[in-house]
């Protein structure tokens, strides 16, 4: 068999340490020869001349097993036969030596290798080519070395050579006065000429016989021209005499043959383009399958300083905020296109292409690409260019599962040694394999196989794992006539079949479904109005009404999904993405029934559907830390302050809608819903209050010494927020006595410059940007309400507290929980005023005549006896939570146990401290936890007022489901109940409510 790959390990792949002797003591593979008496002559004839020969013969006759070596690769590989022909002493070195230091040695040459004139270097280039290649052969087969250092080699030659050959074209430039460089010796650096290696190239993963391909540019800003010289002039014949000097067959061959058309428009545009005239193609005409292609780019010569900037800029383009579903479309079409053109279309051995044909090696690289495409914007661990690494990435984010990764690796490693073996036979660019018997058998011999059979056995197993593991990312499209029977919507009449498929699907209006699905194609719909996003939608026929039909009722779920479709601004992105994801299609079905709310969420803002995608969404609820990881993943992404708000929102809308999507599909139970909200609300809060921090400090500075603090009330502050609560919200901060103001570029009054914090936070949190709204937020719990600053100093806090508050405040005061803080001591200093409030003395029937009082006003404001207006109605949310409130100030002083921010850990800790009867206890909670349950479902799934009458079966059906009881009768039954106990429980502590005075 063939040699394993080694683990791809960039660290240490030119590095000699760790060799393990010469050439000549490594042949671990020995190459049968199909003609030994015809490879012997040759042998002989190399044996024959004179010092070299006789230092050869001894060495053979010193190492067991490399005369057979030697004589199996002139007998297979006429190339590699010829080199060693040509140079018996160069030969006789290699033999004697590592190959990682002769490698090293070679590609330091190349890169210094300097000449007089044009001549001299390619005669230089090379001849040091030869060696690398008759290096990398023998090392090869023989198994010295694996297949990394061969490609990382030649990829590590090209980009010497390219180094050596625009040293000189540089310097010639400067001799002539057209060109001033800062460092005659060096004249690329800080040339403005930029040379970036694309494809395999760019990954460090040449082929033995690889054709580079380069996109060439020039910064006309950066490039030194001197005298009445002109950078697009000078730099496009230069790159033209770059690819002379690379490509040009003379006596001594060729270094590398070299491709410009991977440059944009490479029809109309120069040989090298300017890089204001590159950026402006890619942000407004860059295609998919460019993206794709410039995932693997890298500064490999000229001004890499200027390289790496210009790649830094066009990421954007390459790596979209969004998952990008719309790109596979485009990079599949790709791959159809080479296989109708290829004529690959089944998987053979003779005259297989290893790279082009089905299961080959281009398969795997697209496999990888597309899913780096749809990933790497949200992921910057996905934006690596080598393929190996690649597949262990998504496989440790999730994407591909371990046997995928172990399967496409040890494919792509065995047919990139196949593709070389190709090549080695005769320096051709061809990925091929021979259509004869004898060709055949060479490239299995030096693949190091027996026999033929088994060659063909080995590489048949890999072509078909990549072809199956490809087929499921890329290949599963839905046809128009499928086993659920026929469906078209074409012509004016309704097609009899079609409307037979769909009543046997469920439609009970088929005539009106077929309809419908009609009118999607004359595009009286945004999203549907181009053509491309009819046929993705076409495509998807099948699969939609399938899952659409398998809701409770398909007739109601299509209507839901056409309203959808109506508010769509585009559809191209969401078809493409629910086409290659049919689990997404499912949970799209069923928010369609159930959840109205949602999918107005969805229409507004498609991207909340990628998060779904993410492998993760299948697992546990995030923990705070895990919120806390993507949130920073994604921030640090952003270029500057407005982007990073605009990311914060496109994180938070699909954390909020991968809730609420959980809960719909019973993955996460009502009960927590609450806490999952606030947890992902209180780890915005942190991240947005340090960037607000940052963006205010640019201007006016910090103010030394001092601190702030977030304190969340309200729904926030007892974790139990829903999806339509707004951030009851606090800014408290402190600075030394001595400070008057913060010590930027332009200072701020300590006041001053937190009152400007505090509006800039309100701003980040709350102001409409691209991306839509975050939160609503509130500040009126402030002393001062909305009369006076935002931001709160913590002394006149704990003074007015103390001395001022009025008892709903303090009852307010029960939920407050520090979110954000810039100091542990800070936050601490916080809890303890607060405590300290809590825990003073008080007079029970006063605090209970306030707490009744309180309760009346509401009752007037808002009061009502709809029974599912579960907040206001008497014995509903308001009750209980003021219950817990009136016995945490009550019981305080005396039990600070009885203290806790959630309104159901309120009534655990008072009913284990006594001061709430255990059957008391057990009402409240039932009651607070189905109401909370119940609450959260109406938010999730309805926008406005609940009418049971008026509501979609799915909502009826999520709110049995969250009740635990058989009917939604039932459920009525139950709350009307509950709601008359809990009033009578609120009157026995509280005293019975009356009627607000005016």
């Known amino acids: 068999m063939s040699k394993v790959e080694q683990p791809d390990s960039p660290d240490n792949l030119d590095s000699p340490d760790g060799c393990a002797g010469i050439l000549a003591d490594r042949i671990a593979v020995m190459p049968g020869t199909p003609n030994p008496y015809h490879a012997a002559l040759f042998l002989k004839d190399l044996l024959a001349c004179t010092q070299a020969g006789e230092a050869l013969s001894a060495l053979l006759r010193e190492k067991a097993g490399l005369e057979a070596f030697l004589t199996g690769i002139i007998g297979n590989s006429p190339y590699l036969r010829d080199l060693m022909l040509a140079d018996p002493p160069r030969l006789l070195d290699l033999l004697r030596e590592a190959p990682e230091v002769r490698l090293d040695r070679l590609l330091v040459s190349a890169r210094e290798a300097r000449a007089e004139d044009e001549a001299g270097i390619m005669r230089s280039l090379r001849l040091l080519k030869h060696d690398l290649a008759l290096t990398l052969g023998l090392a ?286 005769n320096d051709e660019q061809t990925q091929l394999l021979p259509k004869d018997e004898d060709g055949l058998r060479q490239v299995a011999a030096l693949m190091g196989f027996d026999s033929l059979q088994a060659f063909e056995a080995a590489l048949l197993e890999h072509l078909h794992k990549v072809q199956g593991h490809y087929a499921e990312l890329f290949e599963d499209v839905p046809a128009l006539s499928t086993e ?190 609450g806490f999952a909200l606030a947890r992902l609300a209180e780890v915005v809060v942190d991240r947005l209050l340090t960037q607000v921090i940052a963006h205010v400090n640019e201007s006016h500075g910090d103010v030394p010494g001092g601190n702030v603090a977030v304190l969340a009330m309200g729904k926030l502050g007892g974790r139990e927020m829903t999806a339509a609560s707004d951030l009851d919200l606090i800014l408290l901060y402190e600075a030394p006595e001595d400070v008057r103001q913060s010590d930027g570029k332009r200072p701020l009054a300590v006041t001053q410059y937190y009152t400007r914090l505090t509006q800039r936070l309100v701003t980040a949190l709350s102001a409409p940007t691209a991306e839509g709204l975050l939160y609503e937020v509130d500040f009126r719990l402030r002393p001062s309400g909305n009369a006076g600053p935002l931001a709160t100093n913590l002394s006149g806090f704990i003074a007015y507290q103390k001395k001022e508050a009025w008892t709903w405040e303090h009852m307010a005061l029960t939920r407050a929980r520090v979110i954000a803080s810039t100091s542990p001591d800070f936050r601490d200093k916080i809890y303890d005023s607060i405590c300290g409030t809590l825990v003073q003395p008080r007079n029970r029937e006063k605090l209970a005549d306030d707490v009744r009082e309180m309760r009346a006003r509401i009752e007037k404001e808002k009061g009502t006896k709809y029974i599912w207006d579960l907040k206001h109605v008497a014995g509903g949310l308001v009750d209980i939570e003021f219950i817990a409130q009136f016995l945490q100030l009550a019981h305080a002083q005396e039990d600070r146990s009885v203290l806790a921010q959630g309104t159901e850990q309120a009534l655990e800790a008072a009913r284990d401290a006594g001061v709430l009867a255990v059957d008391d206890a057990e009402l409240l909670l039932e009651a607070l936890r189905l109401y909370h349950r119940l609450t959260q479902v109406l938010r999730l799934a309805l926008s406005g007022k609940f009418v049971p009458a008026e509501a979609p079966r799915g909502v009826l059906d999520l709110l049995v489901q969250a009740s635990s009881v058989p009917t939604f009768e039932r459920v009525e039954t139950e709350l009307a109940d509950l709601q008359s106990r809990v009033r009578a429980t609120f009157e026995r502590f509280v005293g019975r409510v009356q009627p607000a005075e005016n």
């Open 140 to 425: 090869d087969i023989c198994g010295a070395i694996d297949l990394t250092r061969v490609t990382h080699a030649l990829a590590g030659f090209a980009d010497a050579a390219l180094t050596a050959t625009i040293r000189f074209c540089l310097a010639d430039l400067a001799r002539r006065n057209r060109f001033e460089p800062a460092d005659p010796e060096k004249p690329e650096v800080d040339s403005g000429l930029i040379v970036l290696a694309m494809g395999k190239h760019g990954a460090n993963e040449l082929n033995y016989s690889s054709d580079i391909d380069l996109i060439v540019l020039y910064d006309p800003a950066k490039a030194p021209m001197a005298g009445n010289a002109e950078a697009p002039v000078e730099f496009v014949r230069l790159t033209r005499r770059l690819v002379k000097i690379m490509q040009d067959r003379t006596e001594d061959g060729y270094v590398f043959r070299t491709d410009l058309r991977l440059r944009p428009d490479p029809g109309a545009t120069p040989l090298a383009m300017s890089v204001p005239a590159a950026l402006v193609y890619y942000e407004s005409l860059g295609q998919n399958w460019e993206r794709a292609a410039l995932i693997k780019a890298r500064p490999c010569a000229g001004d890499i300083e200027a390289g790496a900037s210009f790649l830094h800029e066009i990421a954007p383009f390459i790596w979209r905020k969004y998952l990008d579903f719309a790109a596979i479309a485009d990079v599949q079409s790709i791959k159809r296109q080479i296989h109708m053109h290829k004529g690959h279309g089944t998987i053979a051995v003779a005259g297989h292409n290893v790279k082009l044909g089905r299961g080959g090696i281009r398969e795997v690289e697209f496999f990888v690409q597309t899913q780096q495409l749809i990933a790497g914007g949200r992921n910057p661990a996905l934006r690596g260019r080598r393929t190996l690494e690649m597949l262990d990435a998504l496989c440790d984010a999730d994407w591909i599962r371990a046997r995928t990764r172990d399967d496409m690796a040890g494919a792509y490693g065995f047919l990139r040694d196949v593709e070389h073996r190709i090549q080695m036979l």
């Open 484 to 673: 659920i029977g026929n469906l078209v919507f074409t012509g004016d009449d309704h097609d009899p079949d079609t409307l037979e498929t769909l009543a046997g699907l469920g439609f009970k209006q088929p005539a009106e479904a077929a309809a419908i699905v009609k009118s999607w194609h004359f595009g009286r719909y945004p999203c549907t109005r181009s053509t491309r996003a009819r046929e993705r939608l076409t495509e998807m026929h099948p699969a939609l009404l399938g899952a659409l039909a398998a809701t409770e009722n398909a007739d109601t779920a299509l209507r839901a999904f056409n309203s959808f479709l109506a508010k769509l601004p585009a559809g191209v992105q969401l078809f493409s993405l629910l086409r290659s994801n049919p689990q997404l299609l499912t949970l799209l079905a069923t928010t369609m029934g159930a959840a109205p709310r949602m999918a107005e969420t969805v229409s507004r803002r498609v991207h909340v559907l990628d998060a779904v995608l993410d492998p993760a969404f299948f697992g546990a609820m995030p923990s705070v830390e895990e919120f806390r990881q993507g949130l920073d993943r994604t921030l640090s992404q952003a270029r500057f302050y407005e982007e990073a708000l605009d990311r914060a929102r496109i994180f938070t809308q699909e954390q909020q809608f991968l809730i609420g999507l959980r809960l719909i599909s019973d993955t996460l139970s009502a009960d927590r819903v």
